[in-house]
C-alpha cells in the first residue's frame, strides 16, 4: 500500500506518452525529453523493458482495454513488474471494479481513462482523464479551403473549451490521451499544437504518435529524432513553469454550463468564444454562487431550464447589480447526448448560433480582459496567478508557419513583462499605454509561447 500511495502524490508530475516499442535501447529517445510515464500496448509488455525504464525513473503503465479477457490482462500486468495500468475504454462497472481491485492488491497505481461522461469530476480521484478528443488543428475542407468560425476567422479543431470546464469543476490533475486520426501522418508541428492545446488550460496531452512517425523515430529517421526533440522541448517549457498550471482564469465573461448543457463537447459556445479571443470563466452550474460570478460583468446561461429555484435567484441578483446576462433560446433544452459523442452535432450548432450572434453583438469590441491581434491561426488563455498577481497569456499557434507581430491589449496598467518561448531564455516587454490599459507587441510565436505581466502597477 505505501508503494502505491507514493504513486499516487507523484501523479501531477508525470509526463505521459504512449510508447509503441519493448526495446530497452529506444528509451535513449524518451530520456531526451521530460518523458517520465510511458503507456505501453499489451503487444510491447517485458518486464526487461519496464525493469531498464525504472532505472531512469520512468514508470511504466500496462493499457488494458475492455475487449478480449481484461482481467487476465490485469493479472499478467501484475507479474511484470508494472509502476501500474491504464484502463482506457467504456468498461462496465462491475468490471471496473474487478480490475481496481486485481491491479489495486498487486500495488499497481490505477489510471482510468475512458468516455468524457465516465471522468469522476466530483473529486474523488486524483486524476481525472479520457481518451477522447478532436485532433488539434486548423479544420481543412475536403477542396483544401479552411472551414470558418462563425467570428469568420479559420475553424480551429480545440478541446480547450471542454478541459476549461473540467479543470472549473475539479482540481484533479487531468489528461487527455487522444491519438492522431488513423491512416494519416502528421509533421512534428501538429504535436507541439496538440501539447499547447491541452497544457494552456492546464492539462497534460498524452503525446502520441502516428505510426509512420513512431516507425522512423525507432529507426532513428534523423529528421524525426529532431522533430521528436521539439517536441521534448515544449513538454519542457509547459513543465519548467508548474505555477501556470494553478493559475486561475482572469475574465470579465462567465459561461454556466454542465454536463446536459454541452459542457462536455468540443465545438460548442465556450469553443466559438475562444476563436475571438474573448477571456471566459468556465462556471459548472454546482458552483454557481455570488462568489462564483464576483468577477463577471456578462454571464451566458445555455440551459436556464436545468438551474434550481437558489441557482435562478444567483442570476437574478447578478444582474439586479448590473450584470448583463445572456440565455439559451426560450423553451430550449440541450439534446440528450449520445454514448461517446463529443462534438455537437449540425442542427444543435443551428441552435446554439442564435446564442452565439446575441453573444457577439453584446461583446463585439468590448476588452473583457484581454484583446489580440493579428491571432487569427491562433487561440489564447487570460490566467492570473492569485499568489503573484502576475498574468498569463497563453498562445498556441495551429498554423503549420510562424505567426509575428502578435498585439495583445490587457486591461489595468502593468509595468513588467516577459515572453517565454520554448527552448529559448525569457525576453523583456515593454508596454505601452492604451485605452483600455497597456499594450505589448510580440515579435513572433512559432508554436507555443506565454506572456507573463505585472502584477499591476
Given at each position: ?114 468516455l468524457r461522461s465516465e471522468m469522476k469530476l466530483d473529486g474523488s480521484s486524483p486524476l481525472v482523464g479520457t481518451y477522447q478528443g478532436v485532433w488539434p488543428g486548423i479544420q481543412v475542407e ?316
Amino acid at each position: 500500500m505505501f508503494l502505491a500511495l507514493v504513486a499516487l502524490a507523484a501523479l501531477p508530475d508525470l509526463v505521459p506518452a504512449r510508447w509503441p516499442s519493448a526495446a530497452p535501447e529506444t528509451l535513449d529517445l524518451v530520456r531526451m525529453t521530460p518523458v517520465n510515464c510511458l503507456l505501453i500496448e499489451q503487444e510491447h509488455w517485458s518486464s526487461a523493458f519496464n525493469d531498464e525504464a525504472a532505472k531512469s525513473g520512468i514508470s511504466t503503465f500496462a493499457v488494458i482495454r475492455p475487449i478480449g479477457d481484461p482481467s487476465a490482462a490485469a493479472r499478467k500486468a501484475a507479474i511484470l513488474h508494472f509502476t501500474g495500468a491504464v484502463l482506457e475504454g467504456s468498461f462496465e462497472a462491475a468490471q471496473s471494479q474487478t480490475l481496481h481491485e486485481v491491479l489495486g492488491a498487486a500495488k499497481l497505481t490505477v489510471i482510468d481513462l475512458g468516455l468524457r461522461s465516465e471522468m469522476k469530476l466530483d473529486g474523488s480521484s486524483p486524476l481525472v482523464g479520457t481518451y477522447q478528443g478532436v485532433w488539434p488543428g486548423i479544420q481543412v475542407e475536403h477542396d483544401g479551403s479552411t472551414k470558418a468560425a462563425p467570428s469568420g476567422a479559420a475553424w480551429i479543431d480545440t478541446n480547450t473549451g471542454f478541459l476549461r470546464f473540467v479543470r472549473a469543476s475539479t482540481t484533479a490533475t487531468v489528461w487527455i490521451a487522444n491519438q492522431p486520426p488513423a491512416g494519416e501522418t502528421f509533421p512534428p508541428s501538429r504535436y507541439l499544437q496538440a501539447i499547447g492545446d491541452a497544457a494552456m488550460v492546464g492539462a497534460r496531452w498524452v503525446v502520441s504518435l502516428d505510426a509512420e512517425y513512431s516507425r522512423k523515430l525507432l529507426a532513428n529517421d534523423k529528421t524525426a529524432v529532431a522533430g521528436w526533440r521539439r517536441m521534448g522541448e515544449v513538454l519542457a517549457f509547459y513543465e519548467a513553469h508548474k505555477d501556470w498550471r494553478t493559475a486561475s482564469p482572469l475574465a470579465q465573461l462567465a459561461l454556466v454550463e454542465d454536463a446536459d448543457s454541452g459542457a462536455l463537447l468540443s465545438g460548442g459556445v465556450l469553443d466559438m468564444i475562444a476563436t475571438k479571443h474573448t477571456p471566459v470563466r468556465a462556471i459548472p452550474k454546482q458552483h454557481l454562487d455570488a462568489k462564483a460570478l464576483a468577477a463577471s460583468q456578462m454571464a451566458v446561461n445555455v440551459d436556464p431550464s436545468s438551474l434550481t429555484a437558489a441557482q435562478k435567484d444567483t442570476l437574478a441578483a447578478f444582474t439586479r447589480a448590473g450584470g448583463t446576462l445572456l440565455t439559451g433560446p426560450p423553451g430550449w433544452k440541450f439534446p440528450a447526448l449520445a454514448k461517446g459523442q463529443i462534438t455537437l452535432e449540425k442542427d444543435d450548432l443551428k441552435k446554439l448560433d442564435d446564442i452565439w450572434r446575441e453573444l457577439n453583438s453584446l461583446t463585439g469590441r468590448k476588452n473583457l480582459g484581454a484583446r489580440l491581434f493579428n491571432v487569427s491561426s491562433m487561440l489564447s488563455n487570460l490566467l492570473r496567478i492569485s499568489s503573484s498577481g502576475q498574468v498569463l497569456v497563453h498562445l498556441v499557434n495551429y498554423s503549420d508557419y510562424p505567426v509575428e507581430n502578435v498585439t495583445v491589449h490587457l486591461l489595468g496598467k502593468y509595468a513588467t513583462a516577459m515572453v517565454y518561448r520554448p527552448g529559448s531564455a525569457p525576453a523583456p516587454l515593454s508596454g505601452y499605454d492604451v485605452e483600455e490599459g497597456t499594450g505589448y507587441d510580440i515579435d513572433q510565436v512559432s508554436s507555443v509561447a506565454t506572456l507573463l505581466i505585472g502584477p499591476q502597477r
